[in-house]
């Protein structure tokens, strides 16, 4: 009955906001102090080492990504490798540095949900990983929120 479907569908966007009101999408970066990314250097297998004796860096790290002009990167390195949120900041056409991308990671590889996000703030992209890294599926937003595209079988 058309009752029960308009219940449905006020219970799924109220559940859309409180969604969109719980995600840590922090649109500035604090001001960074420690290491930057461009004070360690990275092996070819992908290992970020510390430039004086070439051990695995361990720390927190932040500062703009090396051939990405524009983008500055925190996180934390655990034996050379990401671990724990990694936040990607990004200037807009106009100067505003916004949150581009938020993502886990554990022990080097990408695990949970990475999100990517509008210079608004609104969210563009969930990519969900595997514990092994492995991409499970995708949802793909518009700017107005609405899913465009949605390969996840739980949603």
Known sequence: NLFTVMKKFVFVVMLAFLWAGCS???????EWSGPTLSEVDQTEDGIYV???DQAPFSGQVGGEMPGQSGQFVEGELIDGKWNGPVKIYQTDDEGREYLRKA????????????YTYYPDGGTLAEIRYTDEGLVDCAINYDEDGNV???SCSDT
Do not use: C, F, I, Q
Not at 103 to 114: I, K, Q, T, W
């Open 50 to 52: 510390s430039p004086d």
């Open 103 to 114: 993502s886990e990671y554990r022990n080097g590889v990408l695990v949970g949900s990475a």
């Open 148 to 150: 465009t595209r949605n």
């Open 24 to 30: 840590d999408n922090t649109s500035s970066r604090s």
